[in-house]
Structure formats: C-alpha cells, structure tokens
C-alpha cells in the first residue's frame, strides 16, 4: 500500500461475521500444507520489506523462526544514564 501512496484507515464500527464450518477442512494435513504454502508466499513477497517496517521490534530477527530475539542483538547502544550508572 505504501508503494503505492495509500495508508491504512481504521473504520471502529465495521462488523465481520465469521462462519467457522465454511472455513474448517476436514483432513489436518490439507489445512497444514495450505499454511505452509500460504506462509512461503507471504515469507516471499514481504521479506525485503522486514527491514524497512517502523513497527517491528528491532530485537527481533529476521531470520526463521521468525519473531525470536536476535543473536547476536541487532541493536547495541544502550542510553547513555545506563552506561554511566554500571561504570
């Protein structure tokens, strides 16, 4: 969207109706190999842009698994009254 000039917009009084017998697949496996199709597309196209996303915590990593803490730690400075409170 940003790509293209548009924002996300929030509307507060909108309702959605979620029918669950309509989405439900009867064989796990089916379910479980349509997410991980999914999550290899969704992996595909946005992961140039993890770097760029103001929101995503910069102590986490970018490499699978996703959202576990970086190691070793994308962010190292720490504010300056830490530094001098542990000298």
């Known amino acids: 969207m940003r790509q293209r000039g548009l ?46 996303d103001p929101y995503y915590n910069p102590n986490l990593s970018f490499k699978p698994p996703y959202y576990k803490l970086s190691f070793p730690p994308r962010v190292t400075l720490l504010p300056e009254e830490w530094r001098s409170e542990r000298l």
């Not at 009084?13 to 064989?27: C, G, P, Q, R, T």
């Not at 089916?30 to 140039?48: D, G, H, M, T, V």
């Open 7 to 52: 924002f996300d917009s929030v509307e507060p009084f909108a309702e959605f109706y979620h029918y669950e017998s309509v989405s439900k697949m009867a064989d796990i496996a089916e379910q479980y190999a349509l997410w991980s199709e999914e999550n290899s597309k969704f992996i595909k196209k946005w992961r140039p842009v993890f770097p760029l």
